[in-house]
């Protein structure tokens, strides 16, 4: 059984930046795809950034590009996204996911 939990989120002012981490535990995820999602209220859970195994390949929405980015350590099993620049509009919860995998999200607000 594979546990991923998020940490990292908070207030931020907008133009702030944070870093969200999500560590797995239970079994190694190092030869699978990991990605964030995220979902704000009232709205649909949506694709944020996702890095291929080795980390070389990634992948962002349009909406975040330029400002955030996606790494992982497959020694420590953690995938982190580093947010910066943040909007009003990247209030959401932020989930963690490899393959049917999901973390329970980390709330993240952009205050104006």
């Known amino acids: 059984q594979v546990q991923l939990e998020e940490s990292g989120g908070g207030l931020v002012q907008a133009g702030g930046s944070l870093r969200l981490s999500c560590a797995a535990s239970?079994?190694?995820?190092?030869?699978?795809?990991m990605g964030w999602f995220r979902q704000a209220p009232g709205k649909e859970r949506e694709f944020v950034a996702s890095?291929?195994?080795?980390?070389?390949?990634?992948s962002y929405a349009d909406s975040v590009k330029g400002r955030f980015t996606i790494s992982r350590d497959n020694a420590k099993n953690t995938v982190y996204l580093q947010m910066n620049s943040l909007k009003p509009e990247d209030t959401a919860v932020y989930y963690c996911?490899?393959?049917?995998?999901w973390g329970k999200g980390t709330l993240v607000t952009v205050s104006s």
């Open positions: 996911n490899s393959k049917n995998y």
């Open positions: 890095i291929g195994w080795s980390g070389s390949i990634t």
């Open positions: 239970g079994r190694t995820l190092s030869n699978y795809g």
